[in-house]
């Protein structure tokens, strides 16, 4: 998802976005005796309802139409666990890598994520061998003391944003803790992230493909000053060392440190936003987290719940069907990840908070061979989130009504009132 989700890379493509008919998304219903009302399914991501709680869409998708074509973004909008889980595990049949469709991929966009097995496969084992070599239980221990420290500034305020004090600080500090390399600039990195996350959804909004490509420049930019710097620790250490071995191009593992970076970034700062306000809304469930064995099932339950990936998207590279539905080479199918982790199919009480669920095979993290590289350190991180929000000086509770940021597939809050008074 870090990549372009709701977003047509190519319009041009001769091969890509072949409309099916225009009646594809009528949906015929049996109403009272013999009358027959046919009504248009509309799934407007950026819709300000959609954008407060779009589980009700993705429900009436995925009951009505769970093979959707939309039009805006044409693209195939998929809704059912099954038919989601299956397009990111069938590589083959759905790649990430336009190369193989005919499209150019752009040197500077070529990492892990644009390309597909087997040419990823030691590029995605050099990172996620380095990552794993990193302490995550020291990265946490200084996260936690973060945490305390940022709270210690705020517990006199009458009330404060979480996204602006906590999220934001806490998810740089960590990304860059992790990387071994000093904290960027926290507004300049906000901004780059945000241009990043908004041109994920140029598919309903092409104006920003523009500034998040002068962003992912500025970004790489940066990645490259760490790359040249004399001396590094951490995980761009280890990576610099292993990359030799990997025998892969520099462009890949510089690219993908790129990726790394803001996925972590990005990631962390929206679930730490939704994390705390599901939590908020569910001060029951927070204290249950205190109980650790329960906290491991929680974070894998809160991202399932109302994880910040809503969605990703392949390009199918034959012709298939997805249930009863043709699907041509060059069209673009967009797994709705969020869809498809309230599938009654697949979790009993979908819609309920369930933090000892099990089996718990949500999508949050995708699935397959693009599934996130930086999972196991994103549960990690998002524990001490949950652990500082237990330790705050005082319970915490909401102060005004959240507001969403306008991206669709990066579900985030822009703003999250708080305040420890009664
Ligand atoms: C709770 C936090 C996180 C969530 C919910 C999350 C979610 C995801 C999802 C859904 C994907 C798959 C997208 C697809 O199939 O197209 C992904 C990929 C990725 N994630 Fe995460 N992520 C999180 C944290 C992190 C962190 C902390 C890192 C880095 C340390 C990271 C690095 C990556 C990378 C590099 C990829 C691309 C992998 C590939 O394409 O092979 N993520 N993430």
Redesign the pocket.
């Known amino acids: 998802?870090?990549?372009s989700?709701f977003g047509l890379e190519n319009p041009k493509n001769p091969i890509c976005g072949r409309r099916p008919g225009r009646l594809m998304n009528r949906v015929n219903r049996q109403s009272m005796g013999d009358q027959t009302m046919t009504r248009t399914l509309r799934y407007e991501p950026l819709d300000l309802r959609t954008l407060t709680d779009p589980y009700p869409v993705y429900r009436q998708l995925r009951d009505e139409a769970p093979v959707f074509w939309h039009e805006q973004m044409q693209s195939w909008v998929l809704t059912r666990y099954r038919d989601c889980r299956e397009v990111?595990r069938n590589h083959e049949l759905f790649a990430?890598d336009r190369r193989r469709i005919g499209e150019e991929v752009p040197e500077f966009r070529q990492s892990?994520?644009t390309l597909d097995p087997p040419e990823?496969g030691a590029l995605?084992s050099l990172?996620v061998n380095t990552?794993h070599a990193q302490d995550f239980d020291e990265i946490g221990r200084r996260a936690r003391n973060r945490i305390a420290e940022l709270f210690g500034h705020l517990a006199d305020r009458d009330g404060f944003d979480w996204m602006k004090e906590i999220a934001a600080p806490i998810s740089l500090a960590i990304?860059a803790d992790?990387l071994g390399v000093q904290e960027p600039d926290l507004p300049s990195y906000i901004s780059i992230s945000d241009a990043l996350a908004r041109r994920m959804d140029s598919g309903l909004l092409p104006a920003n493909a523009e500034a998040g490509d002068r962003a992912r420049g500025l970004l790489n930019t940066m990645v490259k000053a760490w790359f040249d710097a004399e001396d590094c620790s951490g995980a761009l250490g280890d990576i610099r060392q292993d990359a030799d071995k990997a025998r892969v191009p520099d462009h890949y593992v510089r690219n993908?440190t790129s990726?790394?970076f803001n996925?972590?970034f990005g990631?962390?700062y929206a679930?730490a936003g939704n994390v705390a306000l599901t939590l908020l809304q569910h001060p029951e469930a927070l204290e249950r987290l205190r109980d650790e064995r329960l906290l491991s099932t929680g974070v894998d339950e809160l991202?399932r719940f109302d994880?910040?990936?809503q969605g990703?998207?392949r390009v199918a590279t034959r012709r298939t069907m997805i249930g009863t539905t043709v699907v041509d080479p060059g069209q673009i199918v967009l797994p709705l990840?969020a869809a498809a982790n309230r599938d009654p199919e697949e979790f009993p009480q979908p819609d309920e908070l369930v933090l000892d669920r099990s089996p718990n095979r949500h999508?949050?993290?995708?699935?397959?061979?693009?599934?996130?590289?930086?999972?196991s350190?994103?549960?990690v991180?998002?524990k001490e989130i949950i652990r500082g929000l237990l330790a705050a000086p005082g319970p915490l509770r909401l102060a005004g009504v959240p507001t969403r940021r306008r991206t669709a597939t990066v579900r985030s809050l822009d703003v999250l009132p708080v305040t420890f008074r009664p």
């Not at 995708?366 to 930086?374: E, Q, S």
């Open positions: 998802m870090h990549c989700a990111l990430r892990v994520q990823q995605r990172f990552l990304s992790l993908t990726v790394l996925a972590s990631t962390l679930t991202v994880g910040p990936a990703t998207s990840l999508l949050g993290f995708g699935w397959g061979p693009h599934a996130c590289l930086g999972a350190f994103g549960q991180a998002v």
